[in-house]
């Protein structure tokens, strides 16, 4: 009898812990935490490298609970959040990507913060240098933060064809919005200027409202409050593409600096 009950209880215990973990990270063992998950570097997206016939968002989500990057064809802006994955496009919708929706670069990240801040921002610029303060330049960090927006400017890029011009080309026709009054979550990530080359360097933003029907990636944005988690990411496990288009392409004498016309 005392053998049942100890069994019925151990039963209970292991349905009630379960019950309390997040979706999607049943399975996820503790040491994953602020480990950034990076699919393709940020050279081969510069030289047009914008398919991949094997990576999917279905296999991002299992990276992350943070993330953004792009879609095949550099068709929108890809922002990842808890266990979706967004797709904001040129047309200006948002909708959730299916998991089969092919993805040529993008970062994943389970974010557990070491430092939550509440901030009063005059803008981007403002926020950075807060958190500049609490940052140091030679580490990688995953960053969310959720608030209310006086502005909020994003821009997408159009699907492209074949044959794919360079990134700053193409970034060149993107679509940019601008909204007032909203309220809305970021993702980020900041990457030391070493890391040029193989990501972003500084910060990197990707933006999706309350409602979930505006999102992109952040040129800018004016006041806002914020709650803001920051985490120190402990480590990166990169994925090389195994596409011939990654084979081939030329990703010698690429200047670094040429990354910020892209992202402006
Ligand atoms: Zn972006």
Redesign the pocket.
Known sequence: MIRNCSILLLAVFWLFVNSCKPSGQLDMPADHWNRLYQFSVIPALQRGVFDDDTFTSGALRKHGTIG???FNALDG??ILLNDTVYQARFDGNVTIASDSSKIPFAVACFLKPDTTLYLDVTGQQDLYQQLAKNLSPNYMYAIHCSGIFDSMTV?SVKAQTQPYPMLSAATASQAVFNWANLSGEVVGLFSPQYMAGVN?PGY???FISTDRKHG???LRFTSAKLKVHIARVRAVNIEFPASGAFNMVNLFDIDPNDIHKA?K
């Open positions: 953004l990057g792009t802006e890809l821009r972003v990197h933003a990707h992109g990636h952040i992202e």
